[in-house]
């Protein structure tokens, strides 16, 4: 069975990254998501995929030069699906209050070793307060991000993302003990994945967006897919 996570939430059905596309993720019936994370001035943990505001919100500046009271006073839906309502940056913590996901994949960008080891730790303290450390997996093509997982939450489930194959993905996994691949799908061949596999790797497939190609990678035994259609997904593929 293929299981599905919500590639930003629901990106192709709502602004992506915001209370709002998470929960358009759940009501498809899909009850895993993956976001993206960066530090706000303050040291907040807010859902946001660029490390600056321009694309989502048409403000200048990046997220870690706001605190995070102002983040959540900016509306996020520029570039997305059409959407009536303000959609604000949420924090990490508000989404963990207010969606009930079986799991969460949570994409660290690349950062400075201080800032790397900054946000696993932030990570940690609120999975652990929230008590989801068993639910979240936090992923990284950043080897800082991967090493600082390694040897300060070690009891955190990590992820390589791998988006080309100019290093083999399967050796760097290993080398960072990770237990999750996040891989381009036009990196998923049948010999990789049966590789990776068996290396004990979960591996999770990204951004899948059409039904044949949803229905060819199930078909080659891949463990998940993203997708920025989860209600499509479902369609596809049944629950996962």
């Not at 079986?102 to 994409?107: A, C, G, I, P, V």
Request: one cysteine or more; charged letters at 25%; aromatic letters at 6%.
């Amino acid at each position: 069975m293929t299981l599905i996570y919500g590639h930003r939430g629901a990106k192709g059905e709502a602004p992506e990254n915001t209370l709002t596309s998470f929960r358009r993720c759940l009501e498809r019936g899909v009850r895993r998501c993956e976001l993206d994370l960066h530090l706000s001035q303050d040291g907040e943990l807010m859902v946001i995929h660029d490390p600056t505001l321009k694309r989502t919100t048409g403000r200048r500046g990046k997220v870690s030069e706001h605190d995070a009271q102002e983040l959540m006073t900016y509306d996020a839906r520029l570039g997305g699906p059409g959407w009536v309502q303000s959609c604000p940056i949420p924090r990490l913590a508000e989404l963990f209050e207010k969606c009930d996901f079986e799991h969460w994949q949570l994409e660290v960008k690349s950062a400075s070793r201080v800032r790397a080891e900054r946000m696993v730790l932030a990570i940690r303290e609120l999975a652990e307060r929230y008590e989801l450390l068993r639910k979240i997996t936090v992923t990284s093509s950043s080897r800082t991000v991967l090493r600082a997982l390694e040897q300060l939450t070690p009891d955190l489930s990590r992820g390589l993302v791998a988006e080309y194959a100019w290093l083999d993905p399967l050796k760097v996994a290993k080398n960072y003990g990770c237990d999750l691949l996040a891989l381009n799908w036009t990196l998923c061949t049948p010999e990789r994945l049966l590789k990776a596999q068996q290396q004990g790797l979960h591996v999770s497939v990204w951004t899948v967006n059409e039904p044949a190609l949803m229905r060819r990678l199930a078909d080659f035994g891949v463990d998940s897919l993203i997708t920025d259609f989860p209600g499509l997904a479902i369609a596809t593929l049944g629950k996962g």
